[in-house]
């Protein structure tokens, strides 16, 4: 099924993108990956592929990247916020840039970004024991061996 195809491509383009952006040993998953996820991390996931123009092979993709931290208590007067701030805002601003579409595509084989929705959000939250930071975007793309 294309559309299956078509969003492994983009969770694997933003993950090659962002393992060349970030310090090596930086844990980045996919988000169909079965392990389970050890913050702190980086997860990639892309859902709800829409085919339009229908029979084009172009899509409209939802893009979401989560980083996870640890949500410790601070010890000895040191916050612990303060590394998951740094490692936020190194993954941020690698999507952040005005050639996103260029750096994704040439991150993967037979795969194109035409452009990305004009909205985007942010959003924080707390998942257990870990702060969550995620980005949201949605792209328009195709993979040329669809």
């Given at each position: 099924m294309a559309e299956n195809v078509i969003l492994e491509k983009v969770r694997q383009a933003?993950?090659?993108?962002?393992?060349?952006?970030?310090?090596?040993?930086?844990i980045i998953y996919n988000e169909r990956n079965s392990a389970e996820k050890v913050?702190?991390?980086?997860?990639?996931?892309?859902?709800n592929a829409l085919?339009?123009?229908?029979?084009t092979?172009?899509?409209?993709?939802?893009?979401?990247?989560?980083v996870r931290t640890i949500a410790a208590v601070d010890v000895g007067g040191t916050d612990p916020k303060t590394d998951a701030d740094s490692l936020?805002?190194?993954v941020f601003e690698l999507l952040e840039v005005d050639d996103l579409e260029t750096q994704?595509?040439?991150a993967l084989p037979n795969f194109t970004v035409i452009g990305l929705g004009a909205e985007k959000?942010?959003?924080?939250?707390?998942?257990g024991d870990a702060w969550v930071q995620t980005w949201k975007r949605r792209m328009y793309c195709a993979g040329s061996d669809l």
């Open positions: 933003i993950i090659n993108v962002l393992t060349a952006g970030l310090p090596a040993g930086t913050a702190p991390d980086v997860t990639v996931g892309a859902s085919e339009e123009p229908l029979s092979g172009n899509y409209w993709v939802d893009v979401e990247v989560s936020s805002a190194s994704l595509t040439a959000e942010f959003s924080e939250s707390i998942d």
